[in-house]
């Protein structure tokens, strides 16, 4: 069992950046590939980002491929997403999630998510 917790959201100008954290509960975490995802009003949920749980291959969004990076921190159970040059269509409910399996950009690949925290990007 994991369970996941999102922080670091908040309103940003365009062309800023945001670090968003998930920390994880449970004793596994490193055997865990984790994503981010992300929806927005009226949008459904899609992919951002994944890495693997050596943290050694890690898979972007075409949409935020050299904006984004995703990385991770064994020790602290923690997986990060720096986001860097945010657009106004970046903003949405950010969720990270764990699987078992390979980095994936199909949701139903993860076994836990997380709440959610808002990114709101202004024009």
């Known amino acids: 069992q994991v369970q996941l917790v999102e922080s670091g959201g908040g309103l940003v100008q365009a062309g800023g950046s945001l670090r968003l954290s998930c920390a994880a509960s449970g004793r596994t975490f490193s055997s865990y590939a984790m994503g981010w995802f992300r929806q927005a009003p009226g949008k459904e949920r899609e992919f951002v980002a994944a890495i693997r749980w050596s943290g050694g291959l890690t898979y972007y969004a075409d949409s935020v491929k050299g904006r984004f990076t995703i990385s991770r921190d064994n020790a602290k159970n923690t997986v990060y997403l720096q986001m860097n040059s945010l657009k106004p269509e970046d903003t949405a409910v950010y969720y990270c999630?764990?699987?078992?399996?390979?980095?994936?950009?199909?949701?139903?690949?993860?076994?836990?998510w997380g709440q959610g925290t808002q990114v709101t990007v202004s024009s």
């Open positions: 999630a764990a699987g078992l399996g390979f980095p994936s950009n199909r949701r139903n690949e993860y076994a836990y």
